[in-house]
């Protein structure tokens, strides 16, 4: 059998492979607990399971969807972004419906990118920002995002000929892997840039609704002319606890929107009606459950950052997302640190080189874990420490 070669330029997607590492301990009789992966412990809102279930007997949501998506959906998405962020959208026209984030960043760079064009894609970032592009044929140029930097690429230092041919820039804020947060006046420059290049701005916004100690995220559809240069991707994945419902929205520039939605149509054929109707009572009936949500992972975010400081670990707070980014001690890789970790401690944690090679010299630790197994995993990160040092 002989198979494109378009799944030779990428790694092994680095939750599968972690996935594979917790399988292949587990069988062993090894009690791991997993940092690795940012997929949310707790459930989904009931009130939005009920409406599933509900929706479910209909045999009216049993057919195809429709490809533009419900109107209740982009309704209830149009509400949301209205009383949320201060931004309006038309329902018809500035949003559809996507399964989940991820399905929305690939099909994106498909829809946007030809053999030989660039896509500026953060470094270390989430992985289809690198993967989407390259299935699609284009290049990959890094914006390193650097600690003195507040984990932001610096838009000015773009070499002209790569911005030349560069039609993409993917940004995601709050951020992953870095748990960074946006600063005043820099998606403004992203649109400045976008203008100036044409060049279509996609920020991934995966994270706005896990926030702590009072920060709200903003949403990049915020930014004067923001929906002239770009779109952003919205998704319930974390805010909701609805990581299996592959749930989410593109919104803000019509013909990217309009783009992504002609491409999908050749692909998937949308979001089952009674999903569709669920997401849309998360985020009509449920618009204060991402709150609730923050406060259990504030909790953790502090036990894991006093734990983690008491033993000499540099470790910065984040104000979004629930990730830690930590410089692994002196002498240490990325994989050698992960290694002692999943040997010693029995604690997976994500090596930051995963995400890209300014990754290297990090790893991610994700707090979507119960409270007590985030207590025992400090424990036994600590233990290792201590006997590392003496
Ligand atoms: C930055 C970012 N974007 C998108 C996603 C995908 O979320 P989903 O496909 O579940 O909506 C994730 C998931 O971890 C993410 O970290």
Known sequence: MRFAKRLDEVPPYLFAELERKIAEKRRA???????????????????VVDALAEAARDPGTHQYPTNHGSDELRQAAAGFY??????????????????????????????????????????PGYPPYTSGPLFSGADVHYLPLRAESGFL???????????????????????????????PGYF???????????????????????????????????????????VEIFSLSKGWNMTGWRTGLVAGNFEVVERYRQLKTNLDSGMSEAVQHAAAVALTDEREFPREISEVYARRRDLLATGLQEIGLEVRSPRATPYFWIRVPEGHTSASFTELMLDQASV???????????????????????????EEAVDRITKTLVILQS
């Open 188 to 230: 403004e420059r992203a649109v400045e840039l976008a203008r100036a290049n044409d060049l279509v701005v996609v920020h991934d916004n995966a994270y706005s609704e896990l926030c702590y100690d009072g920060y709200l995220a903003p949403s990049f559809l915020e930014t004067p002319g923001a929906k002239d240069v770009g």
């Open 153 to 183: 690429p610096d838009l000015d230092s773009i070499p002209a000929d790569v911005l030349a041919r560069a039609n993409l820039l993917f940004l995601d804020y709050p951020n992953n892997p870095t748990g960074a947060v946006v600063e």
């Open 29 to 47: 009789g090894v009690d791991v607990i997993s940092l690795g992966i940012g997929d949310p412990d707790l459930p989904t809102p009931q009130v």
């Open 82 to 123: 209205r009383e949320r962020f201060g931004v309006e959208l038309d329902p018809a026209s500035e949003i559809v419906p996507a399964l989940g984030g991820k399905e929305a960043v690939g099909h994106i760079a498909m829809a946007l990118l030809d053999p030989g064009d660039v896509c500026l894609s953060p470094d």
């Open 348 to 374: 997976l944690v994500s090596p930051g080189d995963s995400y890209g090679p300014s990754g290297e010299g990090y790893v991610r630790l994700s707090l979507t874990v119960p409270d007590s197994r985030l």
